[in-house]
C-alpha cells in the first residue's frame, strides 16, 4: 500500500477518464488495483484494472458510474490517492493467432495486454454504445482493428459479436459487459477455442478476504480479486457469471 500523488486526471470520453501516476509499478495485463481518493466516505476502495505501466508511469482508465469514482474524477494534479497493488492474476501470453475482444470500458486493460502480444498475430475487436474512444491509440498495436457500435457512430451498427468470427483464431481474450462476454464465451466453446476472460465484479476488500466477488466455476467457488479477476473461460460455469459493468 503507498500514496501517491496524481500526475494527470483527464476526461477521454463522455464518462470515461484516465488517471496518470508517476513513479516505477509492477502489475501484468488483467491485474488491478484497489485505489482510495478520500478520507472517511465511501468507506471501500475502489478496484480498477491497469491500463499501462511503462517505465515512469501507470495509467488507470476507468467509467465514472457511482460515488467513488465521481470523487475520483474531480481529482486535481498533485492531490495525493492511495494504491494497493497489483492484485489479483492477470492474462497467461500466449502464442498463436489471437483475438482479443473487448466492449466498453473493458478495453482498458486490454491495451496493456497489445503490448505483450505479437502485433503481427493479433487483431482487435471493440464494441462501444456509441461514442468511441483510444481508437487513435490502439490502431496500430494490433494486425487489423474492428469496430462496432450500437447506435451506429462508428463501424459496424450493432454489437461486436456480430463481426466476430473465432474459427480464425487460436486465443481469445475478452472483458466487457455481462451479455457481450457470456456470448463471447458460448462461441469460444462452440468452436473448440481456448479463451480468458477478466471478470470486473464489485469487490470489498481487493484481497480475498471477505468472499463478497464469488464466482462459480467447475472446480468450486472462488474468488474473483484473488483466484482472478482472469479466468479460463471453460472453468467458468455461464449461468453464474456476472460482470460488474
Known amino acids: 500500500m503507498q500514496k501517491v500523488k496524481i500526475y494527470k486526471n483527464y476526461q477521454i470520453a463522455d464518462g470515461i477518464y484516465r488517471m496518470v501516476i508517476k513513479g516505477s509499478f509492477k502489475g501484468k495485463p488483467g491485474q488491478f488495483y484497489m485505489i482510495r481518493g478520500w478520507d472517511l466516505e465511501p468507506i471501500l476502495w475502489r478496484p480498477i484494472s491497469i491500463n499501462m505501466i511503462n517505465d515512469t ?44 475482444v473487448s466492449g466498453g470500458i473493458g478495453l482498458a486493460p486490454m491495451e496493456y495486454l497489445l503490448t505483450k502480444l505479437n502485433r503481427e498475430n493479433t487483431d482487435l475487436f471493440i464494441g462501444f454504445k456509441d461514442q468511441p474512444y483510444l481508437i487513435n491509440e490502439v490502431e496500430n498495436m ?17 454489437y461486436v459479436t456480430d463481426i466476430l468470427n473465432l474459427k480464425d483464431y487460436d486465443i481469445i481474450y475478452c472483458c466487457g459487459p455481462e451479455v457481450m462476454m457470456n456470448r463471447v464465451l458460448k462461441m469460444a466453446a462452440d468452436n473448440n477455442k481456448k479463451i480468458y476472460v477478466s471478470l470486473e465484479k464489485r469487490m470489498a476488500c481487493g484481497v480475498g478476504a471477505c468472499l463478497g466477488c464469488a464466482v462459480w466455476t467447475k472446480n468450486g467457488v472462488k474468488r474473483a480479486c484473488k483466484e482472478g479477476p482472469v479466468f479460463l473461460g471453460d472453468e467458468l460455469i455461464l449461468d453464474e457469471v456476472h460482470h460488474g459493468k
Open 57 to 100: 508511469e501507470i495509467w488507470f482508465l476507468y467509467k465514472v458510474f457511482g460515488v467513488g469514482t465521481n470523487i475520483l474524477k474531480d481529482l486535481k494534479p498533485e492531490d495525493s490517492i492511495e494504491l494497493n497493488g497489483p492484485l489479483g492474476n492477470g492474462f497467461n501470453i500466449e502464442k498463436g493467432k489471437t483475438a482479443i
Open 142 to 158: 494490433a494486425n487489423k482493428v474492428f469496430i462496432a457500435s450500437e447506435d451506429g457512430s462508428s463501424g459496424h451498427k450493432g
